[in-house]
């Protein structure tokens, strides 16, 4: 039997001051106390209850226009006012004189939307519209095809493939107004080299710039050519940044060169394909050199572009109004197609 010594041996005082039973139970009470007293701690509350609660230093209220503030906007003020000036003013005085009936001496009366209404009511401006369309797809599409081909070849194996890249920039390098110019002497007349040559060959005489039709075969593949190193450069340095290892992969499962270019290549780069289409077609619908050098808009307005109509209109025919309003309605349709690209940028994935 145990006596009374022993069991107060077996009694142990716990650290919550509490009487704990030998053993496994004792342990187990004086693990309850234990988590219980780092409970208490971490609410800061004693045995003896909630002690006193320190004191929390009020907030300290930033006034809006602090000293910081103010700095900063002392140096964005005169930039951000100075490009409102350079950009928003023009805007909307263009803006005020599309409503009103004046000419390059005369402000004119305020005429509201009469001018819209009277472009697009004008045959020439559809015309110009149709055309403008054509030149641009062809000028986008055409460009973004032959720099992507030029694009996959340089990934190749080309003998001087440094000198080559050079010698196809030359054309976006050039000036505009040499190559306009070199293209006139071209194939402008009948003794121009290309005429020429046609009618040695028993084409007769192919009067490029006096045809209608071939006159805008001629300026679409004009802008052609002078845009495909643009989009060559966008290209390469898209395929630049493909991992060559996603093509060792796909070339381990077997798959063939169209489907790794309509599989991997093609996602990897609609990024920067979708950015090219937006910049070209900005360039496109503005580019008034190109035709008006060539051609001038001609013959008989086949190759006139709303550019050159707003150009016509303005400083040909003295209507203000109504040429600021043409430019209005392609500044317009510039942003919804704008939009349009930029959206479908969002929604590309690559995975």
Known sequence: MTG???MTEQKKYGPAGGVLASGDGGQAVRADGVVDGVRRAR???GRAGPGRQPQRAPLRKHPVFGSRTRTLLAFVLPSAVLLLLINLYPVAYAFVQSLKDGSLIAPGHFVGLHNYASVLTDPRFWGAARFTLVFTLVGVFGSWLAGLGLALLLRTRVPARGAFKVLLLL??????????????WLVATPQSPIPTLLRHLGFGDVLFLASPLLAQVTVCVFKVWISFPFMMMMMSSALASVDASVYEAAKVDGAGPWQTFRLITMP????TTFVSWILMTIFCVNDFPTVYLLTGGGP???TRT???LAYQTVFQEFQTGTGVAIAFLMTFVLVAI????????RKVNIE
Do not use: E
């Open 268 to 271: 990897m780069i609609s990024r």
């Open 338 to 345: 704008s939009v349009v690209l930029y959206r479908q940028i």
């Open 171 to 184: 054309p976006w390098v050039v000036p505009v107004v040499v190559s306009a110019t070199s293209w006139n």
């Open 4 to 6: 009374p010594s022993d």
């Open 43 to 45: 609410r800061g509350v």
């Open 300 to 302: 008989v307005g086949s």
């Open 306 to 308: 709303l550019v050159v």
